[in-house]
């Protein structure tokens, strides 16, 4: 027979309520969070807890978006089950990102297995493909689209040792953006490649990334076609790379008169450029020459590798190159360049801005010399490698425009077989796509750095070590101990 005790009857009903409290106190809490987790979905808030904001487009993405006219489907093509492997999950993230910031914009994920005539559809002839993992965007007011590969969604670098490749970049902001500007443009920009003077052909793989970024490429042949047509259109730039021959008298006239009628030229030196009367005089026109030689740096911080393949100097004061300055993914390399001259006697009409150059330490070496150091009879820097010349112009339509020539004393440095290997297609290529940005003056301007991935290691000094040893390893669970008996002790008297 049991005996009643009023004492444990009290201790019960004080657990009993003690438990009540605890029991509605959770259930409170997660009615609380699967609300706040419902008007969070309801919403669209985002949180991006990256630390270089993976998933948060920037300001010159977030401007595109703000001025979008016409609907813009973003299609993803996803073999099933492969939409939650590493990459495909990071380019996804990004994609609902930029719908979600516009009602303009939808993502949409297609399998290309499962429906190949959707796919088909935007696809140039039956040599090309579009692999999984790679990006369709479409304009659905005029149907314009464009294709993103995958693989210029990230940026990858190979170890030739063991024949692996490492993926250490992300690059799908500035390739959707950009493929949203272009769908969405009146015109396409049109650089014409000029020809007929022993010029260095461009190599398929800038053509291909040149493409990507707004642009159509067409040859030139001033003795085959009239430039005065184009001359005077903003999205004309005429491209001079690298000529062994001369202009003849004819051909700089043509030139001239396409510049003092607002036109704009590109022309990439090399180390070796031959005498060539026209065309040094259409430079001198705009108080720009070149100064050829083997260049070399001394200075070890300048340049890679080897002293002939500097790292130059970015000026932070020029609308060219101010966006490029300190971006990693930005490292740009000229490989045996020619030095930019500037005149002292230029006209006061035309305003001159260097915006690339060497160190102090630059040297051209004189005849004879062939150190890796400064020796008498050479030429001491810093020497420009990259000069804008503007002036502005009264145009033949009776309009004012802006002539605009910039001469860059190197062309190897968007050859990718020039011995800069896989570094050209980053820093050198976007190095160009800002020039041609700038040279055109309805273009907008579209830099977008790509976003590095690379796993990082924290380095600690010794004292931190030892700090961070006592918290983690002795106070921390000592706290944990301590709470844990106290709480004991408080349960065990209720």
């Not at 492969?82 to 495909?88: A, I, P, Q, R, Y």
């Not at 184009?230 to 730039?237: E, L, M, P, R, S």
């Not at 510049?259 to 031959?274: N, Q, R, V, W």
């Not at 976007?430 to 380095?459: H, P, V």
């Amino acid at each position: 027979m049991s005996i009643f005790s009023y004492k444990n009857s009290s201790q019960r009903k004080r657990s009993l309520k003690y438990g009540g409290y605890m029991t509605i106190t959770t259930l409170i809490l997660l009615v609380a969070l699967i609300l706040i987790n419902v008007l969070v979905s309801l919403l669209g808030w985002r949180v991006d807890m990256t630390s270089n904001d993976l998933y948060t487009p920037g300001e010159q993405t977030m401007d595109t978006l703000n001025k979008l006219e016409d609907p813009v489907t973003i299609y993803g093509l996803y073999n099933q089950g492969s939409e939650g492997n590493s990459t495909n999950a990071m380019v996804i993230k990004l994609m609902e990102a930029y719908a979600a910031l516009s009602d303009k914009v939808t993502f949409r994920q297609i399998d290309p297995l499962n429906d190949p005539a959707f796919v088909n559809q935007f696809l140039m002839d039956d040599s090309t493909s579009l692999e999984n993992g790679s990006l369709i965007v479409v304009n659905e007011g005029n149907q314009k689209f464009r294709t993103i590969p995958i693989s210029n969604l990230f940026v990858d670098t190979g170890d030739y040792t063991n024949m692996t490749r490492t993926v250490t970049g992300f690059t799908a902001e500035e390739a959707v953006t950009s493929a949203i500007q272009y769908v969405c443009l009146d015109r396409t920009p049109v650089m014409y490649e000029l020809r007929g003077h022993s010029e260095t052909p461009l190599q398929q793989e800038f053509l291909d990334y040149f493409s990507y970024t707004n642009y159509e490429v067409k040859e030139l042949n001033l003795v085959t076609e009239n430039l005065t047509q184009i001359a005077g259109d903003a999205y004309t730039v005429i491209l001079i790379n690298a000529p062994y021959q001369d202009l003849n008298d004819t051909e700089y006239e043509t030139l001239l008169s396409f510049m003092e009628d607002g036109g704009k030229i590109l022309f990439l030196a090399s180390y070796d450029t031959p005498e060539m009367p026209n065309f040094e005089k259409l430079l001198g026109r705009y108080g720009l020459g070149i100064q050829t030689g083997t260049m070399l740096e001394t200075d070890t911080s300048r340049y890679y590798q080897l002293p002939i393949v500097i790292n130059p100097i970015l000026s932070t004061e020029s609308d060219i190159t101010k966006y490029l300055v300190g971006d990693t993914n930005s490292y740009v390399l000229m490989p045996l360049p020619a030095a930019v001259t500037v005149s002292d006697t230029v006209s006061s009409r035309i305003k001159i801005q260097p915006f690339v150059t060497t160190s102090e330490g630059a040297v051209i070496k004189g005849e004879g010399n062939n150190a890796t150091v400064y020796e008498e009879g050479d030429l001491q820097g810093p020497f420009n490698l990259g000069v804008l010349a503007e002036e502005t112009v009264s145009k033949s339509d009776g309009t004012v425009g802006r002539a605009r020539l910039v001469v860059v004393g190197d062309s190897d440095f968007i050859d990718p077989t020039s011995g800069t290997g896989t570094l050209v297609r980053t820093g050198n290529y976007r190095l160009m796509t800002t020039i041609f940005d700038y040279l055109q003056d309805t273009s907008d301007s579209l830099y977008i750095s790509g976003k590095s991935i690379e796993a990082t290691n924290i380095t600690t000094t010794q004292a931190d070590f030892l700090l961070y040893g006592l918290i983690f390893v002795i106070l921390m669970p000592a706290a944990i101990i301590v709470a844990g008996v106290v709480i004991w002790a408080r349960r065990k008297h209720l």
